[in-house]
């Protein structure tokens, strides 16, 4: 699955984000995204970060102890990063309509 730079594209990976996960994204399922374990995820998001991590830290919901990350803010990072190929299992996520 391409991910297109315009807001359609956004637009259909949120849809499909929805469809997958749901409206708000675990640490797991974002884990499950971006082909990484969730220790490694963890520990990105704790060190030093880049844009795109940055970004991802800063959408993140506490709710209690766990933290969620909502679809439509995932999938507007994800696009926006100038990613011309989607991470791992989004490209799974082609297939869910």
Known sequence: MKLAKHENGNDELEQRLIAYYGVL???RHLAHLLGRSINGLRYSLSRPPDRQTEALRRCGRRVGRRVYYPA????RIISRD???QAPPAAR???SVQ
């Open 82 to 84: 100038g990613a011309t």
């Open 72 to 75: 439509s803010d995932v999938a």
């Open 25 to 27: 994204l675990t640490q």
């Open 92 to 94: 799974s996520l082609s």
